[in-house]
């Protein structure tokens, strides 16, 4: 195991999360002896999955989660396939039992690798000693080559505990190939573009991995092309940017995203995989308007519908072919009619934010978090009505500065996660947005944040209800089994933080919102753990909603009928 945990460093991996047992002790026995890779203890083995995401998704580089045999490996399925979904690079080790054991169903012993093979990029067993090396080298080129994603690699004890011949000094990571765009097919995305009267660039998540953002403003500024965003591609234009024009959706949207977009005669999507709640009704999304689809992993242009263009490629890679051809036409496009439009669409379909209603409603929540912290802030959310919320009025301003776990919706992400983010970036300021049911899933990683001094605010949306999901039964008419009130306040969420050594308050009225932001970051900073504001939030509150992109639903009064 000193060659793994020498190949493991060499790869950039300077933190782990785990939780040893019988299995793996052959990596900890190694990584005590070599050093130069921090370890934080979990509680949960799904929360190591989803740290190993955050601090991924922070930084760029591959995340390291471990665990031991059975049960170790089953729980980080979940995180596996959070990261598979997301794209995001991360290593899972599990221990195994003796590799001469496995037919006699030995204790903890299971198929793992099976198990792991729907939501990896590659899951395989270390069957030979002197080959796990090359499986870990090959485990990183896996992890980030392409469309970015999670391996797992399970190792027998038996296997583990073998000594061989191994020279660090003369090993080296495994190239990663670029994966370019074909010019001819730049150059007609490019005559496309500039045929259309109302064209709009899609930015997706694929933008913020290929850490591409800058080259997407160069070219949006150049050509004057308002741009929009996924969620998962959120922040990678400032969203005070004047050709920003929002997101487009059937939930986490804005009104001026979902009106431009209508108005729009050409979509060039760039590494966005065209999620079902962002599209909506597919006739309506598809429309007449023309679509270009760039994404680095072939299998996901048509993958939803046919577009006009396909395109394979690293974004980033695009992007610079494309401003390289435009400015060798020469081409510099001053403001014209299309960007007007849409900044005056931005100007005029808002939602109301500054509700002085008690109890709270959402949308002031986030008009708090907005006016109180700065651009740099790192914020991690997860699933549910705040995470609709969240979308529709929270403001980013940086790439992967807003995290959200956007397609396989995991509840209880949102506190290993920040862990993650600030183990990446230990002078961040790091935010984690939460619902009251969520919190409690991987709630013990908050001892993980405490023992270690991992310094984060959590802030709460606390309607005591499954909202989403009571929510998603209008339809059926029913409220069945979503309601989770008991006594006064149901879960008193502030007494639990004060049991996992940590602080919080409970804030009734809008106007204490403020002062508990500013209380819970001075109190973050000065105990070194997290602290939490939980704010009462309206019960039975709704997110505007609908099943198609011309058809959202809103609940609340808008500023022009007030």
């Not at 099976?114 to 796990?132: D, L, M, R, S």
């Not at 790439?399 to 949102?414: H, K």
């Not at 969420?493 to 919080?504: L, Q, R």
């Not at 909603?545 to 500023?559: D, K, Q, Y």
């Amino acid at each position: 195991m000193n060659a793994v945990v020498e190949v493991l460093k060499s790869e950039g991996v300077d933190v782990a999360f785990g939780c040893p047992g019988a299995a793996i002790l052959p990596l900890y026995k190694a990584m005590e002896e070599l050093g130069g890779i921090e370890h934080l203890v979990v509680r949960h083995e799904e929360g190591a999955t989803h740290m190993a995401d955050g601090w991924a998704r922070t930084n760029g580089r591959v995340g390291l989660a471990i665990g031991t045999s059975g049960p170790a490996g089953t729980n980080m399925i979940t995180g596996l396939y959070t990261a598979f979904a997301d794209s995001i690079p991360i290593i899972c080790v599990t221990g195994q039992a003796a590799s001469t054991k496995l037919h006699q169903e030995a204790f903890q012993a299971v198929d793992i690798v099976e198990i792991a093979k729907p939501v990896t990029k590659w899951a395989v067993q270390v069957k030979e000693a002197a080959q796990a090396p090359w499986i870990f080298r090959e485990a990183f080129r896996i992890a980030r080559s392409g469309r970015p994603g999670p391996v797992l690699i399970d190792i027998p004890v038996d296997i583990a505990k073998q000594v061989i011949e191994y020279d660090p000094s003369i090993d080296v990571p495994l190239p990663v190939a670029a994966v370019e765009p074909h010019l001819p097919r730049v150059e007609r995305a490019l005559d496309l573009l500039l045929a259309a009267e109302r064209p709009l660039l899609l930015s997706g998540g694929g933008v913020v991995i290929a850490d591409a953002s800058a080259e997407l403003v160069e070219l949006a500024e150049l050509l004057q092309v308002p741009v929009q965003v996924t969620l998962m591609g959120k922040g990678s234009i400032d969203e005070n940017h004047p050709l920003f024009s929002g997101m487009t959706g059937i939930q986490t949207s804005q009104r001026y995203g979902n009106a431009s977009f209508l108005e729009s005669d050409l979509v060039l999507a760039l590494g966005a995989r065209f999620g079902d709640r962002h599209t909506g009704t597919l006739d309506v999304y598809r429309g007449e308007r023309t679509f270009i689809h760039v994404d680095i992993e072939p299998t996901q242009l048509g993958r939803v519908f046919e577009p006009d263009l396909g395109i394979v490629s690293d974004t980033k890679l695009f992007l610079r072919a494309m401003l390289d051809l435009a400015k060798a036409r020469g081409i510099n496009r001053e403001p014209g009619a299309w960007p007007a439009r849409v900044a005056e669409l931005r100007r005029t379909l808002t939602r109301r934010e500054d509700f002085d209603d008690i109890p709270v409603k959402a949308p002031r929540v986030y008009k708090e978090i907005n006016d109180f912290f700065d651009e740099d802030t790192y914020f991690v959310t997860a699933i549910g009505l705040y995470q609709i919320w969240g979308g529709q009025h929270q403001k980013a301003f940086k790439p992967r500065r807003y995290q959200v776990c956007g397609q396989a919706g995991p509840l209880g992400w949102e506190i290993p996660a920040a862990i993650g983010v600030k183990k990446a970036v230990p002078d961040a300021q790091v935010v984690g947005v939460v619902g009251d049911y969520g919190f409690q899933y991987l709630v013990e990683e908050l001892a993980v944040a405490a023992q270690y001094d991992v310094p984060f605010v959590l802030i709460m949306l606390n309607n005591e209800y499954l909202g989403l999901i009571r929510q998603a039964s209008l339809p059926y008419e029913m409220n069945y089994q979503v309601d989770i009130h008991f006594d006064e306040y149901g879960t008193d969420n502030v007494k639990i933080m004060e049991a996992y050594g940590c602080a919080g308050v409970r804030v009734f009225d809008p106007a204490e919102i403020r002062p508990s932001l500013e209380w819970a970051t001075k109190e973050a900073a000065r105990t070194s753990r997290p602290v939490l504001v939980e704010v009462m939030i309206e019960r039975e509150a709704n997110t505007p909603h609908g099943l198609s992109i011309n058809a959202v639903r809103e609940f609340e009064p808008l500023p022009a009928e007030v």
